[in-house]
């Protein structure tokens, strides 16, 4: 089993930086793949983006992509959610999830494992 333990999350004006941590205890997570998803009140939990076990393959939304960048220390059982050029409508509480396998998946189901969520609002 692994446990997932966001932290990072908190108040910033657009335009600033969040970086958002994912650690993971209970096994070692280098061999699971990880995903970043988010969910705005009345809205559905959508995909931000997700990694390989190892790193080597990345997905980003659209919407956050050249903004937002997702890394893996697998040394410190760490997930790390770098978020730059903030904008209002990033503004949701944040989920790390992982999934017992080498491959990412863009779908939250795929996922087994989730942390508890982090707010991050983002002022105009």
């Known amino acids: 089993q692994v446990q997932l333990v966001e932290s990072g999350g908190g108040l910033v004006q657009a335009g600033g930086s969040l970086r958002l941590s994912c650690e993971a205890s209970g096994r070692s997570f280098s061999s699971y793949a990880i995903g970043w998803f988010r969910q705005a009140p009345g809205k559905e939990r959508d995909i931000v983006a997700a990694v390989s076990w190892n790193g080597g393959n990345a997905y980003y939304a659209d919407s956050v992509k050249g903004r937002f960048t997702l890394s893996k220390d697998n040394a410190k059982n760490t997930a790390y959610l770098q978020m730059n050029s903030l904008k209002p409508e990033d503004t949701a509480v944040y989920y790390c999830?992982?999934?017992?396998?080498?491959?990412?998946?863009?779908?939250?189901?795929?996922?087994?494992?989730w942390g508890q969520g982090t707010q991050v609002t983002v002022s105009s």
């Open positions: 999830a992982a999934r017992r396998d080498p491959y990412m998946a863009t779908m939250w189901g795929y996922y087994g494992y």
